[in-house]
């Protein structure tokens, strides 16, 4: 505690400055004199962001000018019942949150799901991207880049999978806007969701570029990408994995489990999530995607920032002749089971309630997996919400659950 109490002093003196910390003193004095010195500094009573089980050295990857960590509760839904190339079985799915009655939201739609039969999955489409942007004198050198690009994506991808084992190149795609030409280029990460390996293959790719062609490396990231924001291009060509989920439910069970027709569900599908988003200009044609994705990205330590994308998502019900057919489309869920914040304690473990700690065998197929999960667990979120206001139980739910 000395060193701790030594420590406070001299960053309260200016001697130390925050981030200084760790290169005198072990990761977990250096985050309790952090700690001690903002409740000084503030005022505050930090004794709860004191208590956690994270070994501060094992963070270290994860943050900078760590005071402790926060506590989001973790409910769990299932089993949900997944037929997909990846994942084929029944799973208990972890979601963290502090939205009182989403969980219990879910699982009603996991319990249609599972009465139904299960919940078929797929994934269309994947790879993730990372666009440069290169400047060139005019619209005449702008196509001249393009075209050698083109021309000589074969050299390009074997520079780009020299900076790493792990990464496959898949293809680069040109864009040019008067005197910029963007790339975006596009890779297999395996079981890594990959934003830094992508980054660095794609550096190395540009300085190539650079090397060959009159063009200029500006920024590498031009935000064709597009990471953390929403985006067209995402909607349309895919970043990440292009999952979809679908059932098919029957009328009686429709009705026992939502207290609403299938016509009815359907017609607020239409007007509310097709009608109402068009007219919103939306980039999301769904109910509420955003919930599960952001709550299973913060139980299973995906990159928070990208349920941007991950929300990206278009659900489809049709009332047919004697059931409810009830899909959803996630087009760019950028998801992964090693690497960033897959590593942290109860991030690792609850992906391991999955079974899906770690890499794949084969490579990658742990990280299909999950995105085939977390597609039928966001259908399950779309069915109940849905049935919820078809039957027009939204509020008093919420009142009988006290949120």
Avoid at 150 to 163: F, G, I, M, P, S
Avoid at 225 to 246: F, L
Wanted: hydrophobic content about 45%; charged content about 25%.
């Amino acid at each position: 505690m000395a060193a701790v109490t030594d420590l406070v002093e001299r960053l309260r003196s200016g001697e130390l400055r925050l981030y200084e910390l760790e290169d005198i003193a072990d990761p977990d004095d250096a985050t309790a004199a952090r700690r001690a010195y903002v409740e000084e500094e503030t005022d505050a009573d930090l004794e709860k962001v004191g208590s956690y089980t994270i070994d501060a050295a094992d963070a270290e990857p994860n943050i900078e000018n760590m005071i402790g960590a926060v506590q989001i509760p973790m409910g769990v839904t299932g089993p949900l019942p997944v037929d997909g190339e990846a994942a084929d079985g029944e799973y208990h799915v972890p979601l963290a949150t502090t939205e009182g009655a989403l969980v219990a939201s879910v699982n009603r739609g996991v319990t249609a799901i599972r009465d139904a039969g299960g919940s078929t999955a797929r994934i269309m489409k994947s790879g993730i991207t990372r666009a440069p942007v290169f400047s060139v004198e005019d619209v005449g050198e702008a196509k001249a880049v393009a075209d050698w690009v083109r021309e000589n994506e074969a050299e390009l991808a074997a520079v780009a999978e020299d900076t790493d084992p792990h990464i496959a190149f898949e293809d680069v795609t040109p864009y040019v806007v008067g005197d910029s030409v963007f790339l975006r280029f596009r890779y297999d990460t395996g079981d890594a969701m990959g934003m830094n390996m992508v980054t660095i293959a794609s550096e190395a790719a540009a300085e190539f570029v650079e090397e060959e062609t009159p063009a200029e490396l500006v920024a590498l990231s031009g935000n064709l990408c597009s990471d953390k924001k929403p985006a067209a291009i995402n909607a349309v060509e895919g970043r990440g994995y292009t999952v979809a989920a679908d059932v098919f439910i029957p009328d009686e069970l429709v009705e026992d489990t939502f207290h609403a027709t299938s016509e009815d569900i359907a017609a607020v599908n239409t007007r509310k999530n097709l009608v109402g988003s068009a007219k919103a200009g939306s980039l999301g044609f769904n109910a509420h995607v955003a919930n599960i994705v952001g709550a299973a990205f913060l139980a299973l330590g995906q990159d928070e920032a990208q349920v941007v994308e991950g929300s990206n998502a278009i659900t489809s019900l049709e009332a047919r002749e004697d059931g409810l057919y009830a899909s959803v489309t996630l087009a760019s869920l950028e998801v992964g089971t090693v690497g960033g914040g897959t590593a942290l304690p109860t991030q690792s473990e609850a992906l391991s309630v999955l079974g899906l700690a770690g890499g794949g065998d084969p490579v990658g197929s742990n990280a299909e997996a999950l995105a085939e999960i977390i597609a039928t667990a966001a259908l399950a979120g779309e069915l109940s919400l849905l049935g919820a206001l078809a039957s027009r139980h939204l509020s008093s739910a919420h009142e009988q659950l006290g949120r």
